[in-house]
């Protein structure tokens, strides 16, 4: 009996053709003259694009990152006919293949509805949605410059700027950077502006791990709505760097010197990384000086470098055996203690000599220049260097061997990145400065395993024996290549895909 069923044909009531039974007695193309389940879904719908962050608009305010035919760009798009498919069933959904560039998203859609007497009806059709461009919230405080919630103003009451090189590549290897809307270099630091207060606080917190400073936070209130109860508010990070730089000389306080092991009152600064490395060139002892314990014992520069002046070293004599007091802390393994009598390259004409006694003796010979600061000539006002014993002050402190610049600018074939900022008075010295911070990278290992080193592939280094003076270089193998986009782009890349 079911064979028999399934084999019975009726007429179309509307063309006459055969057709199986229905409920509407009618075939499927004359149903759809009829009925059009489609009805009431827009066949062509707008979605909003912001070009500068590359993201697509979810009402009523959210920002989605989504890649052309993803399943996250379809599921935004059904979310756009939602309320207009409640009484259709939707089967399939796919996309149409369309130009890239042609503003233009196109997709299929199979649904079902049930139509007259219970017959279901299947229908594809296509939607058609129109990309226009709108600047989302976020882009158009990139592109106002002004329009900041939070600041971060980093100060460092020095003359050099070592520290600031030293931190902005830090920033560079981690790219704290790229959440700043705008990077502003001022007199005695530089200021950061953010959009939101969570990515200050973030920067804030890194200072806090990678340099010794303190830091104070204030806010201002700028509107206020008594309905929802919302506040608005600026908000101003102020973080000031230790006031020491590398290769200043400082006197401590008679209180902190014996806090760090009975080392000497005057030592010279050889590193600043997360605390203060500092050295006594008497006695090679050595110790490290956080920013808590700066701020409740603060001890200031005694020279700049530009009070430097050169020496020539007269007579070395080495230092084997030198036994420490009671108490002391440790000793460097890295230097060489050692007695040197200098006389000043501008004072040739004379016999006027200094004894002084130095930790650069693994690095001098007879005849080097060597760059360090005269206390016999100068007039330094500083409270702690007024209360000490003169006879225990040197008349000489050496900070570090001097090599021909040319020479080192010309083998370099190295190079390092740099924030785009605004710089506003830009100083004549800043090029010496950044100079000085590239050889304090070549003459520290420990300094530059924080650093990203770049090949610098325009460079071809020339050597030659009159040329190498032992100045120290940076090894092939601590530098990076950079990345560059030409070989996919442009240049022989370019004529490959064209081919």
């Not at 760059?371 to 014993?389: H, K």
Request: hydrophobic residues 35%; contains cysteine.
């Amino acid at each position: 009996f079911t064979k028999k069923w399934k084999s019975i044909k009726i007429l179309c009531c509307t063309c006459g053709i055969p057709i199986p039974p229905n409920p509407a007695n009618m075939c499927v193309a004359c149903l759809r003259t009829q009925v059009d389940i489609s009805e009431g879904i827009p066949k062509q719908v707008t979605v909003h694009f912001c070009k500068q962050c590359e993201r697509y608009l979810q009402p009523p305010a959210t920002w989605m990152q989504c890649a052309l035919e993803s399943r996250e760009l379809l599921a935004l798009c059904l979310k756009k006919l939602k309320s207009s498919m409640t009484k259709v069933r939707l089967i399939d959904a796919g996309f149409l293949w369309t130009e890239p560039h042609s503003k233009r998203i196109k997709m299929k859609l199979t649904i079902q509805k049930e139509v007259m007497n219970g017959a279901i009806l299947q229908q594809v059709f296509v939607v058609e949605f129109v990309v226009q461009y709108q600047m989302c919230d976020d882009c158009h405080r990139v592109e106002a410059k002004d329009f900041w919630k939070a600041v971060v103003q980093v100060r460092q009451k020095t003359v050099h700027k070592k520290t600031f090189y030293y931190l902005e590549q830090l920033i560079l290897k981690h790219k704290l950077h790229q959440n700043a809307l705008n990077i502003k270099e001022i007199h005695e630091g530089i200021d950061f502006y953010y959009g939101s207060k969570q990515h200050a606080q973030k920067m804030v917190d890194f200072l806090q791990c990678t340099v010794p400073c303190r830091s104070k936070t204030s806010q201002r209130l700028i509107s206020h709505d008594i309905h929802s109860n919302t506040y608005n508010y600026k908000s101003t990070f102020s973080v000031e760097i230790v006031p020491v730089c590398k290769d200043n000389v400082v006197c401590l306080s008679p209180r902190l010197a014996q806090s760090l092991g009975n080392m000497g009152q005057v030592c010279v600064c050889v590193r600043v990384t997360s605390t203060i490395h500092l050295i006594d060139p008497r006695t090679l002892q050595i110790a490290e000086v956080d920013g808590n314990t700066y701020w409740r014992n603060p001890f200031s520069s005694l020279c700049n470098p530009r009070q430097l002046e050169e020496f020539i070293v007269m007579d070395i004599d080495i230092i084997r055996d030198q036994k420490l007091g009671a108490g002391a802390g440790m000793r460097s393994n890295k230097h060489t203690l050692a007695d040197v009598w200098v006389q000043k390259t501008s004072e040739m004409d004379t016999s006027q000599q200094y004894h002084c006694r130095t930790f650069l003796g693994h690095l001098l010979n007879i005849g080097d220049l060597v760059m360090g600061f005269d206390f016999a000539n100068s007039n330094i006002n500083d409270e702690f260097l007024n209360q000490m014993n003169p006879h225990h002050v040197p008349d000489v402190v050496l900070i570090k061997k001097s090599y021909d610049r040319s020479r080192r600018v010309k083998r370099r074939n190295w190079k390092l990145q740099e924030m785009a900022r605004d710089r506003e008075g830009m100083d004549t010295d800043d090029e010496r400065q950044y100079q000085d911070f590239l050889e304090d990278l070549e003459e520290d290992e420990a300094l530059r395993k924080n650093v990203n080193i770049y090949r610098d592939a325009s460079k071809i280094p020339v050597e030659s024996d009159t040329d190498d003076d032992g100045a120290p270089r940076i090894s092939l193998m601590e530098m990076l290549e950079e990345l560059s986009l030409n070989d996919a782009t442009g240049g022989e890349g370019a004529d490959m895909m064209t081919d």
